[in-house]
């Protein structure tokens, strides 16, 4: 299993052509398509802890806070299973009873609601700050929020881009780290780790077969073909959509 690079044309096609070094051994629990919602969302959740904000991928970490923002979406789901995995307490945000009840069956400890400043709803939980935030919805509006959230020397990682400029002062004092996560810039650029993408993969794989992690695959349509693909894309920016939808089966007689 894989995410592949966007370099490349075909996410679409029954065959495509991959580097093995960012190919991993699917989990041998799962099917192909509860497979295949995991290696884009986990490489970049796994990333973005372990590459980006420095936890130690083998538990010496255990115990530090972790606040995921948009817990319920793809990225937040894996990045509290892999954050629980690797010992973190794990507070997430989501603004629905559903999404909340998601992150708290993935190994969430406490969820939040987004709309509320972040630092005043952890103080209510009687946490002082988050050692890492990792933002999955909207840096812009986040920013000065996960500036007063995060601890000193505490670290910040985004997947989304911000719109205007932020203010790199605001984490100044606490001597705070800040980090995009893209997860295809080592195939995009070839850099020479990108077998890392193998590696974790591999790792996740294991986690998955020893019911330490599970698929976040919600939602499965069938077959593939043209409809269910602008059905799947129509669901996606209704913004709502919790884990990950999935795509399963050829019609029959197609190509």
Known sequence: ????????????????????????????????????????????AYEALVDRMGVDPDGADAGKILLVIAGAGGVGSMAIQIGRRLGLQVVATASRPESGEWCRRLG?????DPAQPLRESLRSLGIDGADCILNCADLDRYWLDMAEAVRPQGNLCSIVAN?????????????????????????NFGTPDMIEQHRLLARVARWVDANEIRTTASQRLSPIDAANLRAAHA?????????????????????
């Open 108 to 112: 969430a400890t406490h969820v939040i």
């Open 235 to 255: 669901r996606i920016e209704t913004r709502k959509t919790i884990g990950k939808i999935v795509l399963a089966g050829w019609p029959a007689g197609g190509n």
């Open 163 to 187: 719109a205007a400029p932020v203010d790199l002062k605001a984490i100044l004092r606490k001597c705070a780290r800040f980090a995009f996560e893209a997860m295809f810039t080592r195939s």
């Open 1 to 44: 299993y894989y995410a592949g690079t966007i370099l490349r044309p075909g996410s679409n096609a029954e065959l495509q052509l991959v580097d093995e070094r960012i190919v991993g051994p699917k989990p041998a629990t799962l099917d192909f398509a509860e497979a295949a919602a995991l290696p884009l969302t986990s490489i970049t």
